[in-house]
């Protein structure tokens, strides 16, 4: 079969959009049912190992965050981003090296706690179990070993990821007009280090629903450094609302995707 030019530039652009959203991994719900608002596993991943990185002997070599099996869930509030996890208990799984240089039980209660503490306190997500797998036991000095998390440990599961690369319903044109002033009104939200844009085009998008009626904001953002993912991701959520309301009345939701965050 003869590719047509200009065919090979579009499946290369797709195939790199894929492998984004894969390393995206699972939106996860922070907060509860009504706080309306995600973080990417990606990038609770990676504030999770800053921590484990802290632990000595300790090298973490994968680490997911999912629903925790057989644990209620519950219908969000607003509408979440496509293929979104539903409010409901998390589990971490990770596996890890350990040094020989301290016992293997205290070491496992030390970075189980640290898991589960982080991700409850400083991001806001309601974790309920830490499950470890020690892949290998070393030598050496114990500060000497630094946790890394595998790529692989991004991947979320391939129907979520094919869902979440569909093109977006709305919002994809310039961000101008009213739409440009709710991205403003978002930017200026203390703790928000800068909108982003890793599902679509637009870090935000305003749709327009008759079940139940009125309008739905999404909206993409980093976390500045020193801030609390979940407040900041309220208190956007608020801001929003107050300045649809006030161009259009009428009812209003907003959903917070959270992409980044900095210790």
Known sequence: MVQKEGERPVAEAWTQAVRHQLDLG???PLGGPDDGTWITEQAAVR???RAAAEIPGVRVETLRIGSAPL???????????????????????????ASLGQPLPQTADQLRSTLLDLAAEAL?????????????????PETAVRSRTSKGAMKPAPEAAAARSSPPVAGTGPI?????????VAAAVPGVARLTAVLGSHPIKVEHHDDPPGRHIQVQLAVAPGHHPLEVARAVRAALAEA???ETPGPVTAAVLVTETAP
């Open 71 to 97: 644990e209620p869930v519950s219908e969000p509030a607003v509408r979440p981003p496509v293929s979104a996890l539903p409010p409901g208990p998390l589990r971490i799984e990770a596996a890890f090296t």
């Open 176 to 184: 101008s007009g009213s739409v440009g002033e709710l991205a403003d």
């Open 244 to 246: 649809a309301t006030s």
């Open 124 to 140: 806001g997500l309601t974790t309920t179990t830490a499950d470890l797998r020690v892949t290998d036991l070393h030598e050496g």
């Open 47 to 49: 504030a999770l190992g």
């Open 26 to 28: 699972r939106l996860l």
